[in-house]
């Protein structure tokens, strides 16, 4: 007996379709209520959990900060910086994350009476993480404490001299550590080797880790009486700050992290950031940000400052409460964003044309934007199925590079170990993204290297391949109500996968390629109701054509994300397509 879904073994895109987390059999028969449910235990959901992770809250979630390394050192540090009245600067990355994690530090100790300023590198002319120049400069500048956000655990010599100059560092990151760590007043990161019980929270994206410090120092404060004369700040304010970090990092939504999208994506409904309203407003939102929002339309446009403009608009548009400022950045961020489309789009046109053999695609080229290597990384992968590192090469011969990898296949380690033996100028990440700098003489070398170390678990990860399906429904099934329920066991993102239905059979009534590669079809079923559906960037690929060119007679089943189409006087449900299935 068969566990693929519908007899299907080999798909258009060569998978089978199997159920996710439960088997055909526990299916039948279910009601609304227990949709949702069999939704939440699919994905991981302890059963004497599920209450929790229906209604995710902070309080249900956040753990006492004290079980993490260094963060009650940390937030003493930063208590006395309060209390003193103290020169702090803030060291942030150029990603969301980065810019995320910075604002709420910054908001955070404003709210506390304490001004801080931000420090964003340049992507260009420094390049990742804090420079011992840039933190020995902030320091002559009057700071005397700085925090690193999202940026921080690799940086040996940076913090040394940021020491040797008499400048307290406290460092709040996620990524992977080495075993040996820089040295720094304090080090908060979950990932350490040497960390104990927070090592379960490794899932954290930095702003995640920020806000967890925040709630240290608001405890630390408390203690001493600091809000004996005054009104403690709402931290759970800070919120929306936090799902906008967490999902642009792509961090899986389990656990603390879905506690923190769902509730700051309420929050963020309230629109009280003055620049999150006005980066909202310039992305054409009509209604409350969704987590797919986050992820498609805010994150990018506030990437763009660091890919491609001045790597500090994001934390300058977060922090700011002046509105015509907020108006002013939020328009040239999305002005940023179509320029970062347009670099891109060339970059993977080059990238995709000489993609190599192995069980890592490592793709060089000279005079390709460093800015956008890494979303191509993440193009390359899904279209590839394996992971992707993307190198842009300067005029000296310098690599700046970004990787993207697949479940089950940790990059960031192996980066790690090929810095280590000497392969890479710098290197870092976590298990699904990495960035390195590189000789472009050692690249081949690299190349094997990546390839020998990750080959049995690229293997594994193809041979364990299979579509995962919530359900399977007739073509009239797909409706706003199904959409609507199917939210219920949200958020979803990384590690928390949205929904996947089956529909059918069905056969193709009309199909056209529109905007960027993407084919637009209209199905109709044996139930006699028809069905919008879409496949994106699927023009070029075996999916696109099997829409394009499918026979009037033959049936398929189609798979893929319901999604709410407002384009149209009412709401109407169409399918967002992953895969298909011919009839036998």
């Known amino acids: 007996m068969t566990d693929n879904v519908l007899g299907i073994d080999r798909s258009i895109l060569g998978q089978p379709w199997r159920w996710r987390g439960t088997s055909a059999a526990a299916r039948g028969g279910m009601a609304p209520d227990d949709l949702v449910t069999q939704l939440l235990l699919a ?66 100790l404003g709210m506390l009476g304490l001004p801080a300023r931000a420090y964003i590198p340049d992507r260009l002319m420094e390049g990742y993480g804090p420079s011992g120049a840039a933190l020995v400069r902030l320091g002559a500048e009057g700071a005397s404490l700085i925090v690193t956000v999202d940026c921080g655990a690799q940086a040996f010599e940076a913090l040394q001299q940021a020491k040797d100059a008499g400048i307290d560092v406290i460092v709040v990151d996620h990524h992977k550590c080495a075993a040996a760590l820089p040295v720094a007043h304090a080090l908060v990161n979950p990932n350490r080797l040497d960390e104990g019980e927070g090592a379960a929270h490794g899932h954290l994206a930095a702003v995640g880790v920020a806000f967890v410090l925040g709630a240290a120092l608001l405890r630390t404060l408390r203690g001493r009486g600091f809000f004996a004369a005054r009104a403690e700040p709402r931290l759970l304010d800070l919120l929306d700050l936090v799902a906008l970090g967490t999902v642009a990092d792509v961090a899986q939504l389990r656990g603390l992290n879905r506690a923190f999208v769902a509730q700051g994506l309420k929050v963020m409904a309230g629109r009280r950031n003055v620049g999150l309203d006005a980066l909202i407003a310039a992305s054409r939102l009509t209604r409350a940000p969704t987590c797919s929002d986050l992820g498609f339309a805010l994150g ?166 299979a579509l995962l399906l919530d359900a399977v429904l007739a073509p009239g099934g797909v409706s706003p109500g199904l959409v609507d329920a199917l939210e219920a066991g949200g958020p979803y993102g990384m590690g928390w996968p949205a929904p996947r239905v089956a529909a059918g059979p069905v056969r193709v009534v009309k199909a056209d390629v529109v905007g960027n590669g993407h084919v637009r079809a209209i199905v109709a079923g044996d139930d006699g109701r028809s069905l919008k559906a879409m496949a994106f960037r699927a023009a070029e690929a075996p999916l696109g054509a099997a829409l394009l060119g499918a026979p009037a007679h033959r049936r398929l089943w189609i798979a893929g994300r319901a999604r709410i189409d407002d384009w149209g006087s009412r709401p109407a449900a169409e399918l967002h397509i992953d895969d298909a299935a011919w009839v036998a």
């Open 43 to 108: 994905r991981g959901c302890p059963r004497d959990a599920l209450d929790a992770y229906r209604s995710p809250s902070i309080r249900a979630f956040l753990p006492d900060p004290s079980i993490f390394r260094d963060m009650d050192r940390a937030a003493e540090r930063l208590a006395d910086a309060v209390q003193t009245g103290e020169a702090v600067a803030v060291f942030g990355d150029y990603d969301v994350d980065g810019a995320t994690s910075a604002a709420l530090m910054i908001r955070l």
């Open 300 to 465: 990018p446009r506030i990437n763009a400052g660091g890919r491609v403009g001045k790597s500090d608009l994001g934390v300058r548009l977060l922090t700011t409460d002046d509105p015509d400022e907020a108006r002013a950045i939020a328009e040239e961020l999305d002005r940023l964003n179509e320029e970062r489309r347009a670099i891109e789009q060339g970059v993977q046109a080059d990238a995709e044309a000489m993609t190599p053999a192995g069980a890592v695609a490592v793709v060089a080229g000279a005079g390709w934007h460093p800015g956008v290597i890494g979303i191509v990384a993440g193009r390359l992968k899904e279209r590839l199925g394996r992971p992707a590192i993307v190198i842009a090469l300067d005029e000296a011969g310098v690599g700046k590079g970004s990787g993207r990898s697949i479940p089950g296949v940790d990059l960031g380690a192996a980066v790690l170990v090929a810095k280590d033996m000497g392969l890479l100028a710098a290197g870092g990440g976590h298990a699904m993204a990495a960035g390195l700098t590189i000789a472009a003489d050692r690249i081949a070398e690299f190349t094997a290297f990546l390839n020998e170390r990750l080959a049995d678990a690229v293997e594994r990860a193809a041979d364990g391949r």
